[in-house]
């Protein structure tokens, strides 16, 4: 199998489908620290997630029209069962 970086356009589609691109970002992610303070707009941090993949919250899991970001055992299995 092989993987690729999800280009901007994913991920903003992505986050549109989650609720928006806050949803996608990994706060805790030692890059995020790094570039918070320069970034401010939407676009921007999409652009980012889609070079430094670090920054996206994993796993994703897109099914129909839902997209789960990150694992929450509850959330999961209220959605997917």
Do not use: C
């Amino acid at each position: 199998m092989v993987l690729h970086p999800l280009a901007p356009e994913e991920l903003a589609r992505l986050a549109a489908k989650a609720g928006g691109m806050e949803a996608l970002l990994s706060r805790k992610s030692p890059k995020y620290k790094e570039y918070a303070g320069r970034v401010t707009a939407p676009g921007d941090w999409l652009a980012l997630m889609a070079e430094e993949p670090r920054l996206i919250r994993r796993p994703i899991l897109e099914r129909d029209t839902d997209v789960l970001i990150g694992f929450d055992p509850d959330e999961w299995q209220r959605r997917l069962l």
